[in-house]
């Protein structure tokens, strides 16, 4: 069983920065591929980004390329997504979620784990 709890969101304007966190539980981390989906009010969750057990592979939305940066910390137990440039579109509430397979998925199916969400709020 793996708990993801993510942290820092907030209220940011546009072009600004934040970095979300997601802690997990466990001692199995580096087992687990790792995401971060978003779900704008009254749309469909998609998929922003994901990252390898190693760290060595990551895929991006079209729309966050070159903005965002997922990263994460086996030993701490812990991955990042790093935002820049924020464009209001970018408001949603944010999940991270878990995997326990090698290869990178962008299909929310393929997560057994989700975290609570964190809200992350763009101003124009």
């Known amino acids: 069983q793996v708990q993801l709890v993510e942290s820092g969101g907030g209220l940011v304007q546009a072009g600004g920065s934040l970095r979300l966190s997601c802690a997990t539980s466990?001692?199995?981390?580096?087992?687990?591929?790792m995401g971060w989906f978003r779900q704008a009010p009254g749309k469909e969750r998609d998929f922003v980004t994901a990252?390898?057990?190693?760290?060595?592979?990551?895929d991006y939305a079209e729309s966050v390329k070159g903005r965002f940066t997922i990263s994460r910390d086996n030993a701490k137990n812990t991955v990042y997504l790093q935002m820049n440039n924020l464009k209001p579109e970018d408001t949603a509430v944010y999940y991270c979620?878990?995997?326990?397979?090698?290869?990178?998925?962008?299909?929310?199916?393929?997560?057994?784990?989700w975290g609570q969400g964190a809200q992350v709020t763009v101003s124009s």
């Open positions: 466990g001692r199995t981390f580096s087992s687990y591929l």
């Open positions: 979620a878990a995997a326990n397979r090698a290869f990178i998925s962008r299909s929310q199916g393929t997560y057994g784990y």
């Open positions: 990252i390898s057990r190693s760290g060595g592979s990551t």
